[in-house]
């Protein structure tokens, strides 16, 4: 302002006017500035401080994973709060690093006692996967004896998961180690059942065609050699093994109805050959009875005749002595 030149003696006044008022505007406004941003530092001042003394109070807390989550939390809030009073930075950030250098002391002490924690707990996950590898070359040819192993395999899963964690450094190849193991026993027991399911498949074919052999002797007459051809089909019926299941009952029941519809017929057809048998039973006894009755009549003749003979003599001669 001073720089300038002379103006007209006329505007003189109010320009100085004018300028002087605007300069104390600006102090004004500069003044207002510092005053707000002295308010806001003691405003952060207040906010920093609290979160001091709650960063404190996490050294009381038991759970240590839960205090550093905490704690993490408070230094992200403590960088986002804006300055405060220039004297009380330096004692204000000592103070929290102090209330988290707690934290942090508290988190080495539980990890250093975790550590034999830790091994004890790498042990029993070693033994689990020395019980777990037999299973893994398990070859059952069963079904309840894949259920059986499976039981087995999912108590030791189940024992698994019960344990605590081990050292980071060998967590992941137990692991590898253990679901790797786990994985190859329920391929196999998926490979089991695959195959099952083909022979199944086979089993059916076989027994479809059993059964039309045996619907096409069912109305057969010749009962021997049909009989022991059926018999025949009974014993290869027995050396089936599995069929699927939606149709086991339904084969299993028209291969009987084959069975039991010509062993029926067979029976009726022996029992009227019984009957016919114990009618001629009966002719030829009636028949024995018959020949015997005359021929004990024949006999007796001759010893009638002597008797009589005799009596007549003896009446003869009884009245010659008269």
Same mark, same amino acid.
């Given at each position: 302002?001073?720089? $300038? +030149? #002379? /103006? *007209? ?5 109010? &320009? @100085?006017?004018? !300028?002087? =008022?605007?300069? %104390? ?7 207002i ?6 308010l ?32 993490n ?5 403590f960088?986002? $709060? +804006? #300055? /405060? *009073? ?5 004692? &204000? @950030?000592?103070? !929290?690093? =102090?209330?988290? %250098? ?45 259920n ?44 089991f ?23 096409a ?6 009962w ?18 599995p ?80």
């Amino acid at each position: 302002m001073e720089k $300038i +030149g #002379p /103006v *007209p003696a006329a505007h003189n006044k109010n &320009l @100085w006017a004018s !300028f002087n =008022a605007l300069m %104390d505007r600006f102090y004004d406004n500069r003044s207002i500035y510092f005053e707000l941003k002295e308010l806001d530092r003691k405003k952060n001042l207040e906010l920093k401080l609290e979160l001091c003394e709650k960063a404190e109070a996490l050294a009381a807390e038991s759970d240590i994973k839960a205090a550093i989550k905490t704690l993490n939390e408070y230094h992200e809030e403590f960088k986002h $709060i +804006g #300055p /405060v *009073p220039r004297e009380e930075q330096e004692p &204000l @950030w000592q103070r !929290f690093k =102090a209330a988290s %250098d707690a934290v942090y002391d508290k988190r080495k002490v539980f990890y250093e006692a975790q550590k034999g924690v830790y091994e004890e707990n790498l042990a029993k996950k070693e033994a689990l996967i020395e019980s777990l590898t037999p299973f893994t070359s398990f070859e059952g040819t069963r079904i309840k004896e894949w259920n059986a192993k499976t039981k087995e395999v999912l108590a030791i899963q189940k024992q698994w998961e019960a344990v605590g964690p081990v050292p980071k450094e060998s967590g992941k190849e137990t692991n590898k180690r253990f679901w790797t193991a786990f994985k190859l026993f329920f391929s196999n027991k998926n490979q089991f059942f695959k195959s099952l399911d083909e022979v199944r498949k086979e089993n059916k074919q076989r027994a479809e065609a059993l059964i039309a052999r045996a619907e096409a002797m069912s109305d057969s007459t010749d009962w021997q050699k049909t009989s022991q051809e059926l018999i025949e089909l009974q014993q290869e019926w027995k050396t089936l093994g599995p069929t699927p299941e939606k149709v086991r009952d339904e084969l299993y029941k028209r291969f009987k109805q084959a069975c039991d519809s010509f062993f029926e017929q067979r029976r009726n057809a022996n029992k009227q050959s019984n009957q016919e048998f114990e009618e001629n039973l009966k002719k030829k006894r009636s028949l024995i009875d018959e020949m015997i009755a005359q021929a004990t009549a024949a006999a007796l003749q001759p010893k009638i005749w002597s008797v009589l003979f005799v009596n007549s003599r003896r009446s003869v001669l009884c009245r010659g002595r008269t």
